[in-house]
């Protein structure tokens, strides 16, 4: 079956502390894809990264990285020098190739950064 | 504008009425979705469908009824709702993942049943 965990519920930081934000993924499948969504306090949904299972290759963008370890099966999020617009909560979701396209979702990390 | 609306924002309705959430996407995206976020489960699957008249259940289908009669749009139908639906409900669309598309969401509807 399929599965994220984000273990993480809340994280709190100080603004320019770097920040990990942690994703466990399960799933049977051999082709997959990995995804970031943040939802900041206005609540809208914004996609920041998709990552196919055959991509293993890091990921950054700006202040953002993503480190992709199928060995443990993890996608985590790294917001470096995080900013008091950086605070939200961030969801990170699996979805298989069985031509439905559906999202599984993690329960989020909400993350506070603090001036 | 392109992109993908719900209406209304906000409902409240009461326990046991009938209530439509409206989906419209301008894409022509092929797929659609239904989600409800709830505090500590995340956003969770009602329904989904792969193209106009074929949908499929999801994750937490019951009490719930969706249609697809056209590409653009994708309602979402509280038969009777309960106060356990009182969500945030999400409708989002996309293309298929191997082309390289990812999932748009709407701004989602707030719902309270009281």
């Known amino acids: 079956a399929q599965k994220v965990t984000q273990a993480q519920t809340e994280i709190s930081v100080v603004e320019k502390e770097d920040v990990t934000l942690d994703c466990v993924y399960e799933?049977?499948?051999?082709?997959?894809?990995l995804f970031w969504y943040k939802q900041p306090p206005s609540g809208e949904l914004v996609f920041l990264i998709r990552?196919?299972?055959?991509?293993?290759q890091n990921e950054i963008s700006g202040r953002y990285s993503w480190n992709f370890q199928k060995s443990t099966s993890s996608f985590n999020f790294t917001i470096t020098a995080s900013q008091v617009v950086d605070s939200a909560v961030y969801f990170c979701?699996?979805?298989?190739?069985?031509?439905?396209?559906?999202?599984?979702f993690g329960t989020g990390t909400r993350l506070q950064v603090f001036p | 504008d392109a992109g993908i609306t719900q209406s209304p924002r906000y409902k409240i309705t009461e326990t046991g009425r009938q209530v439509t959430l409206m989906c419209h996407q301008t894409?022509?995206?092929?797929?659609m979705f239904w989600y409800r976020q709830d505090l500590g489960h995340g956003l969770r699957l009602i329904y989904y469908s792969a193209a106009a008249d074929i949908t499929d259940k999801g994750e937490v289908p019951d009490g719930y009824v969706v249609s697809r009669s056209k590409t653009e749009n994708f309602p979402l139908t509280l038969e009777s709702a309960t106060r356990s639906q009182t969500s945030v409900y999400f409708c989002a669309s996309g293309g298929p993942t191997d082309m390289n598309t990812e999932a748009f969401f709407g701004q989602g509807t707030r719902l309270t049943v009281v």
């Open positions: 979701a699996l979805s298989e190739r069985d031509n439905t396209d559906k999202l599984i």
């Open positions: 990552r196919n299972s055959f991509d293993e």
């Open positions: 894409w022509s995206h092929s797929y």
């Open positions: 799933t049977r499948d051999t082709t997959y894809y």
